[in-house]
């Protein structure tokens, strides 16, 4: 079982990144989907999720407007189109897989810095 984060880099601020979680060794079209994201010394947050079907999405009030999540079942992989994007965003990015409480798997995590 894997997720793996890619799109991460460094940006200036208001410049776009999409990041991509892809899964493998499950099927992710059963899980609801979120990115979470941690900067240094402070705790990890919840950015943005995605039910299972893809219907229902919820954003943390930091992002809302500029961030978009989404997913494509058909390739087992989750997006996350950040457009507009600040210093506070700096951080690094996680993907998470939840079915139920025992049933979760986190990524390694994939690096985003804005900055000039």
């Known amino acids: 079982v894997q997720l793996v984060e890619s799109g991460g880099g460094l940006v200036q601020p208001g410049g776009s990144l999409r990041l991509s979680c892809a899964a493998s060794g499950f099927t992710s079209s059963y899980y609801a989907m979120s990115w979470y994201r941690q900067a240094p010394g402070k705790e990890r947050e919840l950015v943005a999720a995605?039910?299972?079907?893809?219907?229902?999405?919820n954003y943390a009030d930091s992002v809302k407007g500029r961030f978009t999540i989404s997913r494509d079942n058909a390739k087992n992989t989750v997006y996350l189109q950040m457009n507009s994007l600040k210093p506070e965003d700096t951080a690094v990015y996680y993907c998470?897989?939840?079915?139920?409480?025992?049933?979760?798997?986190w990524g390694q995590g994939t690096q985003v810095t804005v900055s000039s």
């Open positions: 998470y897989a939840r079915k139920h409480q025992f049933d979760a798997y």
């Open positions: 995605i039910n299972s079907a893809g219907g229902s999405t």
